[in-house]
């Protein structure tokens, strides 16, 4: 079984304010008498659930195309967290031990992906530090950001990319379960780019 963990990308997507948001430029249309369809994409690469690289906070950070792909794929465990609405998130609100590594945060505080809030809940520092210690390579959230939405110092985004952890954003984790899956999440290889959009999925191991 799938589980689509990513929100559809249509100009109705909300993006961070300032951002730019999806669009698609027809070019051609079977419809209208051409023998294909063709179409551009216009849009933030922090589009919907997307994969920050470093180089999204750190001048010296690697691009998109330069991240190793192995913390994208692989085990993944699903926590829902009894959290607030512009709540940092720590240790103590796990609701269980950390069992792989790859951990995806359901906060449920950013419900819906084409009706923007700032008040999402995310992590800490403390919190990226804790699942690095526990041999976490990749921490994803519902929300948009690791980091609260007027944070400037970024410090989940800089603790993450200081242990060579991985960042999947926007995920959308309403009805998936508590539980371990398998994660697969590629970033394109856009060359120098700061971040990916992806299609994000869990599988569940037969
Ligand atoms: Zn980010």
Request: aromatic share 6%; hydrophobic share 45%.
């Given at each position: 079984?799938?589980h689509d963990?990513s929100?559809?990308?249509?100009p109705?997507?909300?993006?961070w304010?300032g951002?730019?948001?999806?669009?698609?430029?027809v070019?051609?249309e079977?419809a209208?008498?051409?023998?294909?369809?063709?179409?551009t994409l216009?849009?933030?690469v922090?589009?919907?659930?997307h994969?920050?690289?470093?180089?999204?906070?750190?001048a010296?950070?690697?691009?998109?195309?330069?991240?190793?792909?192995d913390a994208?794929?692989?085990?993944?465990?699903?926590?829902?967290?009894d959290?607030?609405?512009?709540q940092?998130?720590?240790?103590d609100?796990l609701?269980?031990?950390i069992v792989?590594d790859r951990?995806?945060l359901g906060?449920?505080?950013?419900?819906?992906?084409?009706d923007w809030?700032?008040?999402?809940?995310?992590c800490?520092?403390?919190l990226i530090d804790?699942?690095?210690a526990a041999?976490?390579v990749?921490?994803?959230?519902?929300?948009?950001?690791v980091?609260l939405?007027?944070?400037?110092?970024?410090p989940?985004?800089?603790?993450?990319f200081?242990?060579g952890?991985a960042?999947?954003?926007?995920?959308?984790?309403?009805g998936?379960?508590?539980?371990v899956?398998?994660?697969?999440a590629l970033?394109?290889?856009?060359?120098?780019?700061?971040a990916s959009?992806?299609?994000?999925?869990?599988?569940?191991t037969?």
């Amino acid at each position: 079984m799938i589980h689509d963990l990513s929100p559809l990308v249509s100009p109705h997507l909300g993006v961070w304010p300032g951002d730019t948001v999806a669009e698609r430029e027809v070019l051609a249309e079977v419809a209208e008498g051409n023998n294909y369809t063709l179409s551009t994409l216009r849009g933030t690469v922090h589009l919907g659930t997307h994969i920050d690289a470093p180089s999204h906070v750190l001048a010296e950070g690697a691009a998109i195309h330069e991240v190793p792909l192995d913390a994208y794929i692989g085990p993944c465990q699903v926590l829902h967290l009894d959290v607030g609405h512009g709540q940092v998130i720590t240790p103590d609100d796990l609701p269980g031990p950390i069992v792989a590594d790859r951990v995806l945060l359901g906060t449920g505080t950013f419900p819906d992906p084409n009706d923007w809030n700032t008040d999402f809940a995310s992590c800490g520092a403390e919190l990226i530090d804790f699942l690095a210690a526990a041999g976490v390579v990749l921490v994803g959230i519902d929300t948009p950001s690791v980091d609260l939405f007027h944070s400037k110092p970024l410090p989940s985004h800089h603790a993450a990319f200081g242990h060579g952890m991985a960042v999947l954003e926007g995920l959308v984790l309403s009805g998936v379960p508590d539980g371990v899956y398998e994660l697969v999440a590629l970033p394109l290889k856009l060359d120098g780019f700061d971040a990916s959009p992806v299609r994000a999925i869990l599988r569940t191991t037969p």
